[in-house]
């Protein structure tokens, strides 16, 4: 069983940064692929950014390549999402997930873990 509390969402203007954490419980951490994902207002939810366990490779949304990183520090058992240059259409609640994978994935379907979420609000 893992628990994932996500934090760092709040209220940005259009063009800042935030960056966003997720704590996960369990002594296995670095055995999970872990995922953010978002879901904005009457949408579904969609792919943000994968991270394996192990190597850390990494997977982007088209949408947020070259704006958003994801890292973690399995010693810590964190993995965060930074974002830079936010736009409006970034606005949502973000997810953190895990799966018990070395195989990164950006099907929500593959993760067993999610996290409350954390809320962005992006105005333009």
């Known amino acids: 069983q893992v628990q994932l509390v996500e934090s760092g969402g709040g209220l940005v203007q259009a063009g800042d940064s935030l960056r966003l954490s997720c704590a996960a419980s369990g002594r296995t951490f670095s055995s999970y692929t872990m995922g953010w994902f978002r879901q904005a207002p009457g949408k579904e939810r969609e792919f943000v950014a994968t991270?394996?366990?192990?190597?850390?490779?990494?997977t982007y949304a088209d949408s947020v390549k070259g704006r958003f990183t994801i890292s973690r520090d399995n010693a810590k058992n964190t993995v965060s999402l930074q974002m830079n240059d936010l736009k409006s259409e970034d606005t949502a609640v973000y997810y953190c997930?895990?799966?018990?994978?070395?195989?990164?994935?950006?099907?929500?379907?593959?993760?067993?873990?999610w996290g409350q979420g954390t809320r962005v609000t992006v105005s333009s």
């Open positions: 991270i394996s366990g192990r190597v850390g490779s990494t």
């Open positions: 997930a895990a799966r018990l994978s070395p195989v990164t994935s950006s099907n929500k379907y593959d993760y067993t873990y």
